[in-house]
């Protein structure tokens, strides 16, 4: 079982900045794609940014040029960095990683408990 503790959600004025991290902890071998993901209030859960192990990254349009995700393999961590806020970022973010928990393991996924980002206008 893989844990994911995710931090850095918060209010913030359109413009500003927020940075996003989420940790992985437990039964890891090797960890694969690391995404960051939000659901806003009435709408259905959409990719926000994703990086795999090689350092490769797709981002939602919405959000190209303006939100940076990165990763720490050592840590089994992955931020996202989110400058130039605007209202229609407000979501709740959710951090997923997809895993092997041993070498002939299959790929598992897990999911974050979600972090409330909320940009006032």
């Known amino acids: 079982q893989v844990q994911l503790v995710e931090s850095g959600g918060g209010l913030v004025q359109a413009g500003g900045f927020l940075r996003l991290s989420c940790a992985a902890s437990?039964?890891?071998?090797?960890?694969?794609?690391m995404g960051w993901y939000r659901q806003a209030p009435g709408k259905q859960r959409e990719l926000v940014a994703v990086?795999?192990?090689?350092?490769?990254?797709n981002y939602a349009d919405s959000v190209k040029g303006r939100f940076t995700i990165s990763r720490d393999n050592g840590r089994n961590t992955v931020y996202l960095q989110m400058n130039s806020l605007k209202p229609e970022d407000t979501a709740v973010y959710y951090c997923?990683?997809?895993?092997?928990?041993?070498?002939?393991?299959?790929?598992?996924?897990?999911w974050g408990q979600g972090t409330q980002v909320t940009v006032s206008s």
């Open positions: 990086i795999r192990s090689g350092g490769s990254t």
């Open positions: 997923n990683v997809q895993y092997l928990k041993d070498r002939f393991a299959m790929i598992a996924g897990s």
């Open positions: 437990g039964s890891i071998f090797y960890i694969n794609t």
